[in-house]
């Protein structure tokens, strides 16, 4: 797409590492301390057992098997020469030290650029940033955290049973900061117990937060989660499509413009939901967005606070 309003994560790359780059998922038998019962039982309601993937290999293939043959299969279709190892399901910090380090230093493999870890607030520990900022220096492999903020409602995180706070989410992005680890942020904008004004304060705790990349998406009701007992139950009820397209706008007006955006929507298989995206194709969604704030002169922020920081500094 041209004249995209908004500084999109592929942008970025080009501009770190001179053409594009794809990520190659990597999954880990794992589960999370929200499930485990180490600060809670039965995950987030909108958790399925995948853990937050849906596409990816089998865990009895190894980190490098599983790297070389996404490799093989995203190389060759996208004729991509440079590619983030990217653990995705569940929480990807949650284990001890010595086994992180075997299944990170199984990336340093000279196509991998960055390294993106997804996992929660609660699992980032002083020890596991020590040992990757070690591993930054020695090969040159880039870092990123994915942390699910998802709003910053605490009534919200507490009916999305959670398991931690907006509190623990500040702590670990601080923490992060402190060792210039980049983070990127998951948000969805249409949880059915938020209003803009939290769409708004989202953005702008990431802002606050030096957050450099954004992932939003909406709310899917994936099949047999605490979430689509409540859908089935109609103890919830969705907003509508415009609705959503209207909180990406606004989120994007407020967060500042240097934000890399990973994504206006997410996606899941059909077969695997309820509920996803109003039965409208993901890339439909994102074309609207795209069409509504390029024909109103809108960008991403024009309403960011961090303006008027700037025009002080200027003068």
Request: proline share 2%; glycine share 4%; charged share 25%.
């Amino acid at each position: 797409m041209n004249n995209i309003p908004y500084y999109s994560v592929s942008e970025y790359y080009k501009d770190t590492y001179g053409e594009k780059v794809y990520k190659l998922p990597i999954k880990l038998s794992l589960t999370c301390p929200n499930r485990d019962g180490s600060c809670g039982v039965g995950g987030c309601i909108f958790c399925s057992e995948a853990g937050g993937s849906f596409e990816n290999l089998p865990t009895s293939m190894t980190v490098e098997e599983q790297l070389s043959s996404n490799k093989d299969y995203i190389g060759s279709r996208y004729k991509a020469n440079k590619f983030i190892a990217y653990f995705q399901n569940f929480s990807n910090t949650y284990m001890p030290l010595s086994e992180f380090k075997e299944v990170i230093n199984a990336c340093n493999k000279d196509y991998i650029v960055a390294i993106a870890v997804s996992t929660r607030s609660d699992c980032v520990t002083y020890d596991k940033l020590v040992f990757l900022n070690e591993f930054r220096e020695k090969t040159g492999i880039d870092i990123t955290f994915e942390l699910g903020l998802q709003t910053a409602n605490y009534k919200t995180l507490d009916i999305l049973n959670r398991g931690e706070s907006l509190a623990d989410f500040i702590r670990a992005a601080s923490l992060l900061k402190e060792f210039d680890i980049r983070v990127c942020t998951h948000v969805i904008l249409s949880l059915p117990w938020d209003g803009i004004r939290d769409v708004i304060e989202s953005a702008r705790i990431i802002n606050a937060l030096s957050v450099k990349e954004v992932k939003m998406h909406s709310l899917f009701i994936v099949k047999d989660t605490k979430l689509a007992n409540m859908y089935l139950n109609n103890e919830i009820k969705m907003i509508s499509k415009e609705a959503y397209q209207r909180n990406v706008i606004e989120f994007l007006r407020y967060l500042d413009k240097d934000v890399a955006i990973a994504r206006l929507v997410g996606r899941a298989p059909k077969e695997e939901t309820l509920f996803c995206n109003w039965d409208t194709s993901w890339w439909l969604i994102r074309d609207e967005i795209v069409k509504y704030m390029n024909d109103n002169g809108i960008v991403q922020g024009d309403k960011s606070k961090n303006k008027i920081f700037e025009k002080i500094k200027e003068d």
